[in-house]
């Protein structure tokens, strides 16, 4: 998101899976620039990549700068699936859900027709820029967890993590997307701004998180080892 002209949002992680953006534009971010999404139709779009490691994935992590400009719809965040709603498709989807204003992160497995869920126990409702972390580990509900601004929330959990422990990416046909859904770019798009988003292929751990934070090189790929 630094490279605050043209249509394209460049990896920096030196992975190769840059974006294509459509709408958004480049604005003063937290890090250098960032990204600003119009709430209407804006995102990013990073094409079906296996970010996640195939067919079977483990353990991952999110991270990522945030502002909202308003709390009064469902905002995107980051989607590698079709719609926000229950059961809707394989894969997950970070976002803000109006209703609660709280962040939540789902992953879904549409073959068991399975989702689960972790809804933080903050609200975020003004303006300003908040950090976030999701990290998932395959095979442990304590070791998937959530963090605003490098402190771990108090997370409600909904579902059995058992159940979607082999999701997939809907046969890959979904695009990953920032700010927006993979299938539609008028349904639950973020407003707001975005800034340095990153995927990692494995479980970040708090000192790795705090690193992250006071630090800024964007990474929309996964990376694997230190941050």
Same mark, same amino acid.
């Given at each position: 998101?630094?490279?605050?002209?043209?249509?394209?949002?460049?990896?920096?992680?030196?992975?190769?899976?840059?974006?294509?953006?459509?709408?958004?534009?480049?604005?003063?971010?937290?890090?250098?620039?960032?990204?600003?999404?119009?709430?209407?139709?804006?995102?990013?779009?990073?094409?079906?990549?296996?970010?996640?490691?195939?067919?079977?994935?483990?353990?991952?992590?999110?991270?990522?700068?945030?502002?909202?400009?308003?709390?009064?719809?469902?905002?995107?965040?980051?989607?590698?699936?079709?719609?926000?709603?229950?059961?809707? !498709? /394989?894969?997950?989807?970070?976002?803000?859900? /109006?209703?609660? !204003?709280?962040?939540?992160?789902?992953?879904?497995?549409?073959? /068991?027709? !399975?989702?689960?869920?972790?809804?933080?126990?903050?609200?975020?409702?003004?303006?300003?820029?908040?950090?976030?972390?999701?990290?998932?580990?395959?095979?442990?509900?304590?070791?998937?967890?959530?963090?605003?601004?490098?402190?771990?929330?108090?997370?409600?959990?909904?579902?059995?993590?058992?159940?979607?422990?082999?999701?997939?990416?809907?046969?890959?046909?979904? /695009?990953?997307?920032?700010?927006?859904?993979?299938?539609?770019?008028?349904?639950?798009?973020?407003?707001?701004?975005?800034?340095?988003?990153?995927?990692?292929?494995?479980?970040?751990?708090?000192?790795?998180?705090?690193?992250?934070?006071?630090?800024?090189?964007?990474?929309?790929?996964?990376?694997?080892?230190?941050?």
């Amino acid at each position: 998101m630094d490279e605050n002209t043209g249509s394209a949002a460049n990896d920096a992680s030196g992975n190769g899976f840059s974006g294509t953006i459509s709408g958004a534009t480049f604005v003063t971010g937290k890090r250098n620039y960032a990204l600003n999404f119009d709430g209407t139709d804006d995102y990013v779009d990073m094409n079906d990549v296996d970010l996640l490691g195939g067919s079977s994935y483990h353990d991952f992590s999110i991270t990522g700068w945030f502002n909202r400009d308003t709390s009064n719809s469902d905002d995107t965040i980051l989607a590698n699936r079709n719609s926000p709603t229950e059961n809707a !498709d /394989d894969g997950f989807i970070v976002y803000i859900d /109006d209703s609660t !204003d709280k962040l939540t992160f789902e992953v879904s497995d549409d073959a /068991d027709t !399975d989702e689960y869920q972790l809804e933080s126990s903050s609200t975020i409702i003004s303006t300003g820029w908040n950090h976030f972390t999701i990290v998932w580990d395959d095979s442990s509900v304590s070791g998937t967890k959530m963090y605003i601004n490098g402190i771990e929330e108090n997370v409600t959990r909904t579902g059995t993590l058992a159940n979607v422990g082999t999701f997939y990416d809907d046969g890959g046909n979904v /695009d990953l997307r920032i700010g927006g859904e993979s299938d539609t770019a008028t349904d639950s798009p973020f407003d707001g701004k975005l800034d340095d988003i990153r995927i990692y292929r494995y479980a970040l751990n708090q000192q790795q998180i705090n690193g992250i934070i006071s630090e800024g090189a964007l990474r929309f790929a996964p990376n694997e080892g230190s941050p």
